[in-house]
């Protein structure tokens, strides 16, 4: 194998990690977010759970971050919580550092 080859191997290894840590930080932010979003809700339980669940798997309708939000922008308006926009993307903006703390700490 030349010097390129391995040049090459070791940037796709490097390539695949980055985009594997790229989707456990999405993950995780979108987990503490529906944690978040279910304590909003009055859910407890399992239902909190199952309502995180539903935010995480959410994020596989569209590209990006915007079908999160829109699932969890939809609940706010079906509830009447008094939370603005603004405030649930913050949180999502807050929630995306935290979950990339927690994952870069434990790999």
């Not at 940037?11 to 930080?25: G, P, R, W």
């Not at 009447?80 to 935290?98: A, F, I, P, W, Y």
Request: aromatic share 8%.
């Amino acid at each position: 194998m030349s010097t390129f080859d391995k040049r090459q191997k070791s940037f796709e290894a490097k390539y695949a990690h980055d985009q594997e840590t790229l989707f456990k930080i999405g993950a995780r932010r979108n987990k503490l977010l529906g944690q978040w979003m279910a304590g909003q809700l009055g859910l407890e339980d399992d239902d909190v759970d199952d309502y995180a669940k539903a935010v995480i798997i959410s994020d596989f309708e569209k590209p990006g971050d915007e079908d999160v939000f829109e699932k969890v922008w939809a609940d706010v308006q079906e509830k009447g919580l008094g939370l603005s926009e603004d405030v649930v993307r913050q949180k999502m903006q807050d929630l995306l550092e935290t979950a990339r703390e927690q994952v870069t700490t434990e790999g």
